[in-house]
T-cell receptor, first 110, second 111 residues
Framework: GDSVTQMEGPVTLSEEAFLTINCTYTATGYPSLFWYVQYPGEGLQLLLKATKADDKGSNKGFEATYRKETTSFHLEKGSVQVSDSAVYFCALSEGNDMRFGAGTRLTVKP | DAGVIQSPRHEVTEMGQEVTLRCKPISGHNSLFWYRQTMMRGLELLIYFNNNVPIDDSGMPEDRFSAKMPNASFSTLKIQPSEPRDSAVYFC?????????FGPGTRLTVT
């Protein structure tokens, strides 16, 4: 069945460092892809999305490009801030069936 | 819009007691999802409803768990009897298309 695999954490970076969190997927059809973020004590929030191949989702300085040829949707940010410390989940959806990755914990130190 | 509303935010109960978690989805959304999150197992889908009808309950761990959606604006997840291994954060999410919007969660502790 459809699934998502994302890089294991935790990831620790210094402020202003470049961030990449890898995500790859397997799907039988043409899923939509998402990144969600979970701050401590809160629910998951949609960070960005892409609905078809070569789409780029972006929000709050984060970007991810839907790469069908490599079945990937890697999350990137050019300069992280302490406030970006959270758990990031990659997910795919075909209709109502949404599959989440295991989550990657990011800690950004000043 | 207030977003997805869950209550209570925290629940502490003793083993064997009945627990009821509540969710109010975003108005206009036609799908509702219940998830459980633990350190060991991550985020697990328990059940989801479409237009108030349960579509997939294969994630419900056992008969002690039940969920209802009597109308488009309310759903409950009940655990009876509760056990310590049910301790987790339970999230409700709703959607209209393929994006899911999560509530803040209910942290359940069963002692």
């Amino acid at each position: 069945g459809d699934s998502v695999t994302q890089m294991e954490g935790p990831v620790t970076l210094s402020e202003e460092a470049f961030l990449t969190i890898n995500c790859t997927y397997t799907a039988t059809g043409y899923p939509s892809l998402f990144w969600y973020v979970q701050y401590p004590g809160e629910g998951l929030q949609l960070l960005l999305k892409a609905t078809k191949a070569d789409d780029k989702g972006s929000n709050k300085g984060f970007e991810a490009t839907y790469r069908k040829e490599t079945t990937s949707f890697h999350l990137e940010k050019g300069s992280v801030q302490v406030s970006d410390s959270a758990v990031y989940f990659c997910a795919l959806s075909e209709g109502n069936d949404m599959r989440f990755g295991a989550g990657t914990r990011l800690t950004v130190k000043p | 819009d207030a977003g997805v509303i869950q209550s209570p935010r925290h629940e502490v109960t003793e083993m064997g007691q009945e627990v009821t978690l509540r969710c109010k989805p975003i108005s206009g959304h036609n799908s509702l999802f219940w998830y459980r999150q633990t350190m060991m197992r991550g985020l697990e889908l328990l059940i989801y409803f479409n237009n108030n009808v349960p579509i997939d309950d294969s994630g419900m761990p056992e008969d002690r768990f039940s969920a209802k959606m009597p109308n488009a604006s309310f759903s409950t997840l009940k655990i009876q009897p509760s056990e310590p291994r049910d301790s987790a954060v339970y999230f409700c999410a709703s959607s209209f298309s393929y994006e899911q919007y999560f509530g803040p969660g209910t942290r359940l502790t069963v002692t």
